[in-house]
DNA sequence: GTCTATACGACGATAGAC
DNA sequence: GTCTATCGTCGTATAGAC
């Protein structure tokens, strides 16, 4: 699961280290289900199947992890993002397109997304400020494509930016309440049922 | 702040006695701003201005503390609403009323709320079981109303449940973005523009 | 009911052998 | 690069004086 996204960034040269792969997925794990200062690094080390010492071979200290953990999420749900906006024929369909993508994401990688969602504030400052960047360029993937329908009449929107905001509010709350196995929902139908949901908040014009 | 919250719910004898009423503000500030296990007794002991022994005369434990903070939280959200509820003509008027009524809860106890949404992992079992049957009524308020409208015609919606569910994620969101303070957008604000974005969500007829 | 003092386990992180 | 052993600190919670 987390491999996918990892090797969505080949970027990172750490990930070719299975190790390092081990250690994301069960920082993964412990972090989404006990949040950050709920878990600790010898829970980590031992999901990993290492000694609590093996963990800083690979990373500083266990704040660096969460934050190699939420650069590499933010850096996938991006990348995912804007390819499906540049697919895109209309306003129409790229909302839909972006708002499906994220919402399957969110479900997807729920683990990945309620970290990167809810222990932002854990960071350092700096490392907060650098992954604030990131999160900009999700957001701002979003507005464009509301502006352009609204500009094009496709969208009745009152404020661009706070609709953007409330349909990224509707995506970014499945990391809250999807686990797998959840009543009769699933990333798929959560994704088509989103995208249309998108579209009744900017007022588009055709369903 | 927290006051007019607790002042709603004299049921609970300790309101009446103002160190406990420093307590609860103190360990709303700290679980808000740092999360149950960023925050220590310690801490939370000295911003009432106590020793980190005296918290233990009031509460049980730190975990008794979040319980009885969450559980406060949502008995007033619950009563908040349901009286919103009640005050409606009908299902349109409703569900506009509700959404704006606990938008605004959001923002104004936005540190209740986000404690409320997401601390509930590190209650007890007992005490998740406890909360989540508060949660559910105030889930089944907006159900109740979709329904209603979709009998009524007023409304246009797939599935009364995860609509439901979409409604309320646009509300949940605000505790994890809103602060005071933040650019040109304040309770009365977000209050007016979720009622309205609520009833897009269900295809309401007249806007 | 609040304090000072403290028990005692768990924490993040490091040292040094292999 | 991984281990065992451990350091120094801080965590929740309690004991007992006032």
Redesign the interface.
């Known amino acids: 699961m987390l491999s996918t996204v990892t090797s969505q960034t080949p970027s990172l040269p750490a990930h070719d280290n299975p190790t390092v792969v081990r250690l994301f997925e069960a920082a993964a794990d412990a972090f989404a ?6 878990t600790t690094t010898r829970d980590i080390a031992s999901r990993a199947g290492l000694s609590p010492a093996g963990v800083y071979v690979h990373f500083a200290s266990k704040e660096d992890l969460l934050f190699q953990l939420s650069r590499v999420g933010h850096v996938a749900a991006r990348d995912a993002l804007a390819a499906a906006a540049d697919e895109a024929a209309s306003p129409t369909d790229a909302l839909q397109e972006v708002i499906s993508e994220f919402a399957r994401w969110h479900a997807e990688q729920h683990q990945v997304a309620r970290i990167v ?2 222990e932002f ?2 960071l350092s400052p700096e490392h907060q400020r650098e992954v604030l960047t990131l999160r900009r360029e999700i957001d701002a993937v979003v507005e464009r494509i509301i502006a352009e329908g609204v500009a094009s009449g496709e969208f009745d929107v ?2 661009t930016r ?2 953007a ?2 349909a990224l ?2 995506v ?3 990391a ?2 999807y686990h797998p196995g959840i009543k009769r ?1 699933t990333p798929e139908s959560i994704a088509n ?2 995208g ?2 998108a579209l ?2 900017v ?1 588009a014009r055709r369903d």
């Open positions: 289900d006990k949040g950050f200062h709920g969602q809810y504030r854990h009152d404020d706070s609709t905001l409330a509010s509707l970014v709350d499945v809250r309440w929902t049922s989103y249309a949901l009744r908040l007022g």
